[in-house]
């Protein structure tokens, strides 16, 4: 059974995941998606890099969902510091139910095709973004 596909995921936005699967950068890195409701494909927002937590929280909409591919450098506790690649399934509670809907049709393809297999949820906006929060949920 072949799986519908409501949201299209272009060359470009795919090339752009794989640049940044393979880049290696010091601090806390960020790839932020967004869904074009027109054309009903994905295209890359934002690339941030060797950022804080709470400066990702400010640049995320407080009412629009994005997927965000992140590399968090997460220090264990016996000493070792990986450094996994996750993503951050934004959707604030203010997005608008047809976007919302959007986002969650092509949810399990984007985690396919950027290749993450840990998912954060973050729906309470900036607040709820924050590096203990990103600890809990990663380590």
């Known amino acids: ?23 290696r ?25 060797n950022i804080s937590v709470e400066e990702l929280a400010d640049e995320l909409p407080e009412n629009a ?21 996750a993503m951050i399934n934004w959707k604030p509670t203010t997005s ?11 949810l399990s393809m984007f985690q396919q095709v950027a290749q993450v297999s840990r998912i954060v949820e973050v729906r309470d906006g900036a607040e709820a973004l924050t590096e203990d929060y990103l600890n809990k949920s990663l380590g």
């Open 1 to 23: 059974m072949s799986q519908s596909k409501t949201i299209d995921i272009p060359v470009q936005v795919r090339e752009e995941l794989r640049k940044f699967r393979f880049s």
């Open 96 to 106: 608008s139910p047809e976007m919302n809907t959007l986002h969650a049709s092509g």
């Open 65 to 85: 969902p994005r997927y965000v591919v992140i590399s968090y450098p997460l220090k264990h506790a016996d000493g070792r510091l990986a450094v996994p690649l």
């Open 25 to 49: 950068l010091e601090g806390i890195s960020v790839l932020i998606v967004k869904i074009n409701k027109q054309k009903l494909c994905l295209e890359v927002d934002e690339r941030l890099e």
